[in-house]
């Protein structure tokens, strides 16, 4: 079935909105889009296209995905910085949405507020994509996956453990993502930085679907076996003072050469959405170990946004 019409002027706001199939058209999109990529061959799905990057919270590599993908499909990309527009200030969410779905063909938004970016949605009328808030960060998660995939050359019955805070914006939609696609899943983190039982119960859902697991525990142990070994840093951004609570707290769920043993696989990997913050949730050892898939799923940011544009804006 062709399913390239399915995405034509839809947001991209959580992964739960969207089918395994869907989301794994995307991957396949988005490695198409990277061979052309390397043999030097853009395209112009975009062309003409006017795109808005709302960046409330800094960003590196979503920024700079949004902004070269856009310009390598021919489109028109504009940096929005949170503090220089009127959004928060002087303006509603919803009249900002409604002045930029005038302008813009499509809105990217970083932010705070899942809300704000579901407000965008539904006011704007264009597309809008999300560059993370406080709850998901939906667009990693592709990177994530098509990274897996590439290196294992298969995302199935794969076994994925994610340490450190377990109800952040990467928790949740890791968690999503896996079970989705058929990624045994599972948190290892203290009970209080768990996520919520209604977003478990979803996701069992969905993993029960894909014939998948979903874990939920604080024993590091449970690394054994492991394919993947991810973790994030401690305190989110926006959450700066409750670094040293959390340094306490999530100490014994560092990712280390120790760690990663215990998984008693040779092959084990280390993933990291990035910026990372070295000696505290991973050592720079394992950082820098071959077992180190980090900067393959900084450059997939890159095709598997595109490939989200090109799918929802594209012609
Ligand atoms: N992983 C990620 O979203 O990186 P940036 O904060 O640099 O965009
Ligand atoms: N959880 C992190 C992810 C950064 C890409 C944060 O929100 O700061």
């Known amino acids: ?48 296209k006017n795109i808005a990057l709302i960046f409330e919270k800094p960003s590196t590599r979503t920024r700079c995905a949004f902004t070269v993908a856009a310009a390598d499909e021919g489109g028109n990309p504009t940096y929005l910085a949170g503090n220089e527009i009127q959004l928060g200030h002087k303006e509603s969410i919803e009249d ?13 938004f970083r ?23 406080d709850e998901y960060h939906p667009t990693q998660i592709l990177a994530d996956l098509l ?17 450190g805070d377990g109800r952040n914006n990467m928790a949740n939609s890791l968690m999503i993502g896996c079970s989705k696609v058929g990624v045994d899943f599972a948190i290892i983190a203290p009970e209080s930085l768990w996520p919520t039982e209604r977003l478990i119960g979803l996701c069992k859902g969905y993993a029960g679907e894909s ?15 492991a394919d993947v070994l991810y973790t994030d840093v401690w305190a989110s951004m926006g959450e700066e003072d409750k670094a040293a609570e959390r340094i ?17 696989k040779e092959s ?48």
């Open 1 to 48: 079935m062709d399913l390239s019409r399915n995405f034509k002027g839809r947001s991209f706001i959580t992964l739960k909105d969207y089918t395994p199939e869907e989301i794994l058209y995307l991957l396949d999109l988005a490695a198409e889009l990277k061979a052309k990529k390397k043999q030097g061959i853009t395209g112009d799905s975009l062309k003409g």
């Open 211 to 225: 014939g998948s697991t979903i874990t939920v525990t604080d024993d590091a142990d449970a690394v054994k076996d």
């Open 268 to 315: 084990t990997i280390f993933m990291h959405c990035l910026p990372a913050v070295k000696g505290k949730e991973v050592t720079e050892d394992v950082f820098e170990s071959e077992a180190s898939v980090v900067f393959d799923e900084a450059e997939n940011r890159l095709h598997t946004i595109k490939a989200v544009m090109v799918a929802t804006l594209g012609q």
């Open 96 to 108: 900002t949405a409604r002045v930029l779905g005038r302008m813009f063909d499509g809105i990217e």
């Open 147 to 163: 990274t897996m995939r590439e290196h294992f050359g298969r995302l199935k019955g794969l076994k994925f453990v994610y340490l």
């Open 111 to 133: 932010g705070f507020k899942q809300e704000h970016v579901e407000a965008l949605e539904k006011y704007s009328n264009v597309p809008v994509w999300n560059g993370l808030t």
């Open 248 to 264: 306490a707290l999530l100490k014994p769920y560092q990712v280390n050469t120790e760690l990663m043993k215990k998984t008693g």
